[in-house]
């Protein structure tokens, strides 16, 4: 059940009527009911690799807070078989591709399609589950109610695309008594609203023309696959964050304060800094379980750098299993190591040539080299292979068509002259949100401290904005209702 | 047992309902707006007149859209009628619109073309029924069309046809702000002369060379027949005059004739007047190349031959009224004046030498 389908506009309310109205001892178990129908709406089958990963992930932090020594052993082993199913699921045939290709090296003709499907968000309940054991390993305590822990491993507003909520977040709260709040339920609907707005209008309008540059990169030239590009970056943005906003507004109704997943990331001064605003849930889990593990930045300046790799590599891993996934990942690897190791020479020369690193301009340009970075970075995310993603960027770099600009062919790149308009009234709408989050003002608090008929009045036309110019529903063209055809 | 019943409030519910409330009934003028109007014209000619004043409505496809016009009637016999024909109507869909201006207007005759009865199935162009269903105006009657003759999971589109029209923001008009056209009282009116294309093909089948049509569109004719009945309301099923077609068409006319010889049959055994105009051509005065706008629908000229000549016969036979001195109708008459002005002019504008061909 996705969050923009009409099932989950009947779903919702529903699940929220009734767990407001359900006694709180039995919060959790209704929580784990109804967050394991959610899922199996979308495939039931997978249904059991979601109960395994709970029941595992439950059993085996049990079985470590009463073990009093081998834990370690008992940890690896619990490790082994929670990412067991990710690893078949999500690449098992990148190492059978991989291995015909060594095999077809020597000669040896082998191929194998398994056609496995990976069960939808693995990645993020399965690294939800790890995170609880490793936090049990390092001491705290086990969750002991089983529909408890059960509504924290299913709980369905993070079940697909995260965030990757932790026992210190979401498991916490479970254990807290935590009444209704019609404020927070507001606060909730508004992020709803946001999510929506993002994922509506704004990513399946870009996803329109990044389609077209990709699809046609080899007859386009610089502008319209640079544009390509920052599309898709933005796409990307709105894409994902319009899921984590919905989850976190849905947690939100529901009482919950879910990990906030992305804060301003374009607005980022440089790649290490990006990746602390990008996917939050995802690069704290790296960090807390991963990056700290490998000694972080404590073992000397080749280690951290080596450590930066490491986790970018297994991220890109993580986001998908193809190589040009792994080159995305070390793409960012290069740019963090890099921007790291001239930090002292970039201090060196603002210092001799008397600039202020921080005054507004030179701010501005970090964040517009940032952006560039990023964004050339996610050509390998976006291309469906290493090798497409090689040819994009030199066909970027060796055509040049500047007449695309004013020549109106940027208004047949998948998207009208309207909805062009809409998509730039919409970024608009976002940059100055953004801005106002990254000045720290919380828009959600001054909407709530307006009078009624303002605030529904707000209400009403973020809500017809979203269900006028967002794409959703059956499709319907112009063209193909031509009546009177006869 | 600890709840959160007691922190949520009379008051805030009331405020949910009330900008759930709210929210509806901006939800509902949008859709309106939203909706796309291609069929209004025709379909709405009932829903615009006062309920109980349409004694004659047309029903079907665009065959009769484009063959029976109301103000040559009222011009001719005076009795008051609808023409809510639509463009690629599949007979369940012409079942409710049946219902629909029989529940308004209680009429003396409905009558019904039979051009689809050779349909072997029950859903059509997706376009051609939104094109009847979004002009539906009798809710329960929609909901039962709906619910009846779609699969479930086109329901969300034909019920809150909104889901499906959002996207037209960028090609809204002034037509989409304002009450339908409805000069014509629903009839679609070509005033072209005779068709230019290939020569005519028109070959009769003889009475007596039946077949039976496919089941699914004789069950909603049938159905419609009992309708009727059940509603005390005569209703005549007719053919409206065409031509063979083309080779894109790859159906064979002289089938279409079969089931039509057929049906007569099926009328005749269970007490429903059936008028076959192909039958009738010579009577008529019709002219298969003059009188055609194509090959498969009347131009004008046609249409009021075939008006006038039915007409006559439905007067006749069920004993219309003449309205045409009542002062209840007079804006009929004020309409005949200015629908004789337009058809006029577009006369003129045709004959004009310097006119488009």
Known sequence: MLFNSMRFLVFFPLACLVFYVCPKKWRPAYLTLIS???????????????LYVGALSYGAGRLLGKLGQHRRAALACALVALFAPLCLYKYTQFALNNLSTLLGLVGIGFYREVGWIAPIGISFFTFMGAGYLIDVYRGTQPEKNVFRYGAFITFFPVLASGPIERSSGLLKQ???????????????LMMMCWGYFLKLVLADR?????????????QYGFFRLSLGAVAFGLQLYCDFASYSYLALGAGEVLGFDLIDNFNTPYFSKSVTEFWRRWHISLSSWFRDYLYFPLGGNRKGTLRKYLNVMIVMLVSGLWHGSTWNYIA???LHGVFQITGQALKPWRAKVAKALHINPDNAGNTCLRILFTFLLVNFAWIFFRAPSLMTALAYIRRMFTVWEPWVLVDGSLASMGLDAPNLAVTLVGMLILFCVSLCRYQGVDLRDGLLRQGVVFRWTVYLLCIFFVLI??????SYSASSFIYFQF | MKTDSKRITVKGVALVLLFILIFCALFSVLQTIFTNKAGRSSYLASA????????????????MNLALYPMELWDAYGFTSANQAQSGQMPFVTYYAVQEVVERHHPKVVVVDLYYLYAETQTGSGSYTHQTIDSMTNLGVKLRCVTNGLPSSQWAEYLL????????WSELSKTDFTAPDLLTKGATEFVTREYSGDDPVFEAVDVSDALEPPAVSLSWFAKIADYCKKQDTALVFVVVPYRAYGEEQGRDMADDQRYYNWMRSWCAENDVAFINMLDSLDDIGFDMKADMREWNHLNYFGGKKVSLWLGEKLAETYDLPDRR????????????????ADIDAQIAAMDAPDAMP
């Open chain 2, 161 to 168: 046809p909104f889901t499906l029209y959002h996207g037209r």
């Open chain 1, 174 to 188: 479970l254990n807290e008594d935590r009444s209704f709040d019609a404020d927070k339920v507001k606060k909730g």
């Open chain 1, 469 to 474: 110019f967002g794409i959703w529903g059956p």
């Open chain 2, 48 to 63: 615009y007149e006062a309920p109980g004043t349409v004694d004659v409505a047309f029903m079907g496809t665009s065959h």
């Open chain 1, 328 to 330: 995305w990942g070390g």
């Open chain 1, 36 to 50: 394991c129908f959610f899922y199996a709406c979308f495939l039931p089958i997978n249904l059991l690799v979601l």
């Open chain 2, 325 to 340: 001195g009542d002062a209840a109708y007079a804006a009929w008459n004020e309409n005949l004046t200015t629908y004789k």
């Open chain 1, 206 to 218: 870009l996803s329109l023309f990044v389609g077209d540059a990709f699809a046609n990169y080899a």
